[in-house]
T-cell receptor, first 113, second 117 residues
Framework: AQSVTQPDIHITVSEGASLELRCNYSYGATPYLFWYVQSPGQGLQLLLKYFSGDTLVQGIKGFEAEFKRSQSSFNLRKPSVHWSDAAEYFCAVGARGAQKLVFGQGTRLTINP | GAGVSQTPSNKVTEKGKYVELRCDPISGHTALYWYRQSLGQGPEFLIYFQGTGAADDSGLPNDRFFAVRPEGSVSTLKIQRTERGDSAVYLC???????????????FGPGTRLTVL
């Protein structure tokens, strides 16, 4: 069965600083990988997804993520964060041939002005 | 509306009562999912519908939980004999699925916050 670990429960960065959120997955084959963002009172919004091909994936709002098979990781990055990026971020993995997603426990991002 | 909608947004009930949570998917989306998100956790899969039928209900925790989607659009999640441990945010998602693959983007609703007293 697949699983996802997000090692950082809470991260604080200053506005304008760079950001990296960590995600490690466990799955026996090549996974489908996703990053979602959840703002208070809002539904989960998809930032980006990886299925195959180029291991560096570009998403919305200036986010990108890199799939590293050797490290079983799919870390999310942004070169310069904005106050509006404060939210909860979830990494998720999907298995080929199955519909359900397995989510990590999330990383809460706080932005200092 | 353009997105997935869920009603009610909040539901408070007493232990032992029956509750129904409703999900309206994006028009034309054939796949519908229910997830449960406990405080401080990521969403956990409950059940997936393709059309009217439940294609995967492996995430339902026990037989107190049941979901239907009789006309292939709106879905209702039903919880019998609620327990305090059922308190969580129940999320619904839909996707435009033709191939039955998890590559299809799941669009989430805002959720229903269920509190069992």
């Amino acid at each position: 069965a697949q699983s996802v670990t997000q090692p950082d429960i809470h991260i604080t960065v200053s506005e304008g600083a760079s950001l990296e959120l960590r995600c490690n997955y466990s799955y026996g084959a090549t996974p489908y990988l996703f990053w979602y963002v959840q703002s208070p009172g809002q539904g989960l919004q998809l930032l980006l997804k990886y299925f195959s091909g180029d291991t560096l994936v570009q998403g919305i709002k200036g986010f990108e993520a890199e799939f590293k098979r050797s490290q079983s990781s799919f870390n999310l990055r942004k070169p310069s964060v904005h106050w509006s990026d404060a939210a909860e971020y979830f990494c998720a993995v999907g298995a080929r041939g199955a519909q359900k997603l397995v989510f990590g426990q999330g990383t809460r991002l706080t932005i200092n002005p | 509306g353009a997105g997935v909608s869920q009603t009610p947004s909040n539901k408070v009930t007493e232990k032992g009562k029956y509750v129904e949570l409703r999900c309206d998917p994006i028009s034309g989306h054939t796949a519908l999912y229910w997830y449960r998100q406990s405080l401080g956790q990521g969403p956990e899969f409950l059940i997936y519908f393709q059309g009217t039928g439940a294609a995967d209900d492996s995430g339902l925790p026990n037989d107190r939980f049941f979901a239907v989607r009789p006309e292939g659009s709106v879905s209702t999640l039903k919880i019998q004999r609620t327990e305090r441990g059922d308190s969580a945010v129940y999320l619904c998602a839909s996707s435009l699925t033709s191939g039955g693959l998890s590559t299809d983007t799941q669009y989430f609703g805002p959720g229903t916050r269920l509190t069992v007293l």
